[in-house]
């Protein structure tokens, strides 16, 4: 038989998180045990049905069995764009050169470096964190330097504790707010600072924003970049409407902010993927612009199932701040084990699965994720389990 060595590039790559704990969690159910999957955040709640009967409707018609724009839709950038105005205030997006459709977020972010990353260049990455940032930098055979975020700084990066050396050498900062896996927001003073320092090095910025609309306080809604003055100079923010309408499996996202950022990235995506099935960017009209209501009812079982995982886990003498965003909590693994060693327990014994904290980087060891994706009944009983250990 052939031996076919992997690239180098894959074969350093770690265990993909979510599929080592997939395995191990097939381990344990083999055994009968009743496995509570807390890990992936892939929403429970179904896609509302005036998003699917748009689907149908949209397929019917074989203009769209056709290869599609790369860009995407003319008529999905326009909603984009009109959304971007109703919820953030942004109205000075150009739809033609400053929106791009993605086949999902991670798709547009795992291509970005291609496009603005040479080899040597330097990538931050605000940590714990995603693992596509990191993946991608070093697919583009760039260099990544983490920037810590702590819960003494409430999860927000440092930006004075970067060195000067650091900024002038930076061609990228990834992050994302509100943060998975912290659940952390970031404030209008924060986002002006980044910008302002990011405009003084020529450095990029990269905002994944998928989950600014599971917010719990309606006065506290998380901002878009784009809403501070000069972003559009330095800044492309990446959304998606998976988590936002229970959309992860169509897998549909868009790319917005600076025009040549946009343009690099879509130069990518012509030479490597053919666009988004048409009927799914129609489907994705309507939920722009119909989804809101629908939105607000999703926040209401989150911010049930928040309060009472919330209000478990500090009953069981476990720490973990109250969550104003994702469908996420961050909670803090008790005295004497790592993450890992925590995480593992928990499944073996309780068949409760959580996600480490050090699978988002070394950061995010002493804590958990849990994901708020299966109802209360359910997130409530693995918590009892997780407090009986």
């Not at 083999?30 to 496995?35: N, Q």
């Not at 069995?65 to 150009?94: C, I, N």
């Not at 929106?99 to 714990?128: R, W």
Request: proline share 7%; glycine share 8%; net charge negative.
């Amino acid at each position: 038989m052939p031996d076919f060595k992997l690239a180098q590039r894959i074969a350093e790559l770690p265990p993909y998180l979510f599929a080592e704990i997939d395995r191990v969690k097939k381990q344990v159910a083999a055994r009968g045990v009743d496995i509570i999957s807390l890990g992936i955040g892939d929403p429970d709640l179904p896609t509302p049905g005036f998003i699917v009967d748009a689907l149908y409707e949209a397929a019917k018609n074989p203009a769209n069995h056709r290869y599609p724009d790369y860009e995407g839709l003319p008529a999905f950038r326009q909603a984009v764009t009109r959304w971007y105005a109703e919820r953030f205030g942004v109205t000075d997006l150009d739809e033609a050169r400053e929106v791009v459709s993605l086949i999902g977020s991670k798709e547009g972010i795992a291509h970005f470096p291609l496009a603005f990353t040479d080899p040597g260049d330097l990538n931050l990455v605000c940590s714990p964190n995603y693992p596509v940032y990191p993946i991608a930098t070093r697919f583009a055979g760039g260099e990544v330097a983490f920037v810590p975020l702590t819960e003494a700084n409430g999860f927000l990066p440092d930006l004075d504790a970067i060195d000067a050396a650091t900024w002038e050498r930076a061609k990228s900062i990834y992050l994302n707010y509100p943060n998975n896996p912290t659940a952390a927001t970031a404030d209008a003073a924060f986002f002006e600072k980044l910008i302002a320092r990011c405009r003084e090095t020529n450095t990029i910025i990269v905002h994944d924003a998928a989950y600014t609309e599971l917010y719990y306080d309606d006065a506290k809604k998380p901002p878009s970049i784009l809403q501070f003055p000069g972003a559009k100079d330095v800044a492309i923010e990446f959304h998606s409407l998976s988590k936002t309408y229970n959309m992860t499996g169509w897998r549909i996202g868009m790319a917005v902010g600076n025009a040549s950022l946009v343009a690099g990235l879509g130069k990518v995506k012509t030479n490597v993927d053919s666009g988004i099935f048409q009927a799914v960017q129609q489907a994705g009209i309507a939920a722009m612009r119909d989804g809101e209501p629908h939105v607000a009812g999703f926040r209401d079982i989150y911010r049930e199932r928040r309060d009472a995982v919330v209000g478990a886990l500090r009953k069981a003498g476990i720490e973990c701040p109250l969550p104003e965003a994702t469908v996420y909590v961050w909670a803090k693994v008790p005295q004497g084990r790592s993450s890992a060693e925590f995480v593992s327990e928990v499944l073996e014994r309780t068949g409760v699965v959580l996600t480490p904290g050090n699978g988002f980087g070394a950061a995010g060891e002493g804590y958990f994720r849990i994901s708020l994706t299966v109802p209360t009944a359910r997130l409530e009983e693995a918590v009892s389990r997780i407090a009986a250990l």
